[in-house]
């Protein structure tokens, strides 16, 4: 189980930005989910261990930025930019590491879950 720790988030005007940031135990693949009231957990973006390989969700390509350290020592901890940030992107976002999943699809299955954090966005 990887443990990780989760900081960032909070309340900003429809058009703002904020930064996710997420550490991670070990270097493995991580990325971040979200659930809004009332809906369903949804992927959001997940990069691969070595930053080599990302994936976005289509409702937030072009406005969010996943990131990683680049040294050895950042290298377990995951960024998400959120800029242009939408009511609709108000939720409870979820930092998630160790991929279970292999292939096109290793993004869609992790095995550590984050506490959440929640990001709200005001119209």
């Known amino acids: 189980q990887v443990q990780l720790v989760e900081s960032g988030g909070g309340l900003v005007q429809a058009g703002g930005s904020l930064r996710l940031s997420c550490a991670a135990s070990?270097?493995?693949?991580m990325g971040w989910f979200r659930q809004a009231p009332g809906k369903e957990r949804e992927f959001v973006s997940a990069?691969?261990?070595?930053?080599?390989?990302?994936?976005?969700?289509d409702s937030v390509k072009e406005r969010f930025t996943i990131s990683r350290g680049a040294t050895r020592t950042t290298r377990n901890t995951a960024y998400l930019q959120m800029n242009s940030l939408k009511p609709e992107d108000t939720a409870v976002y979820y930092c998630?590491?160790?991929?279970?999943?292999?292939?096109?699809?290793?993004?869609?299955?992790?095995?550590?879950w984050g506490q959440g954090t929640r990001v709200t966005v005001s119209s």
């Open positions: 998630v590491a160790n991929a279970r999943s292999s292939g096109s699809s290793w993004w869609t299955d992790f095995g550590s």
């Open positions: 990069i691969t261990f070595n930053g080599g390989s990302t994936h976005y969700a």
């Open positions: 070990s270097i493995v693949a």
